[in-house]
């Protein structure tokens, strides 16, 4: 696994519940980018301009809107499967959702330094190898 990987699993985990915001603000961004006024939709019935339909296009082909939604959809289902094993899902909690470091995820759970760090390549090494099989990688 390369550092790049590595550091976007990491950031999809980190920032997990906060993606259909993000996802919002980018549809946002496109629409807002579009000026769709009376003068353009007229326009756009006789060339091509920023209609509307232009503008579902962009929100349909939009690559980083695109990745998001595929990430959001793959990790919801790879964190039901993870999180099936207590250990591992109260150290995704911990960890990734409330942003503990790691002595209070010591102090809260009772989990040595080397259990944290095994766990933590265990689910980043889940998710790659499926992120892999699914190419969203």
Not at 91 to 101: A, G, N, Q, S, V
Not at 103 to 122: R, V
């Amino acid at each position: 696994m390369e550092n790049n990987e590595y550091k976007k699993i990491k950031y999809y985990l980190y920032n997990y519940k906060k993606l259909p915001q993000k996802i919002a603000e980018r549809e946002e961004d496109i629409i807002e980018g579009t000026n769709v006024g009376h003068n353009a939709w007229i326009k756009g019935i006789n060339s091509e301009s920023n209609s509307l339909e232009n503008q579902a296009i962009r929100l349909i082909e939009d690559k980083k809107l695109i990745e998001l939604k595929r990430w959001q959809v793959f990790l919801k289902r790879e964190l039901v499967f993870l999180c099936q094993n207590f250990f591992v899902g109260n150290y995704i909690k911990l960890k990734y959702f409330e942003k503990r470091t790691e002595d209070e995820i010591k102090k809260l759970s009772k989990m040595s330094f080397k259990k944290q760090k095994q766990l933590d390549d265990l689910v980043i090494r889940s998710i790659y190898k499926k992120a892999k099989n699914r190419k969203i990688m």
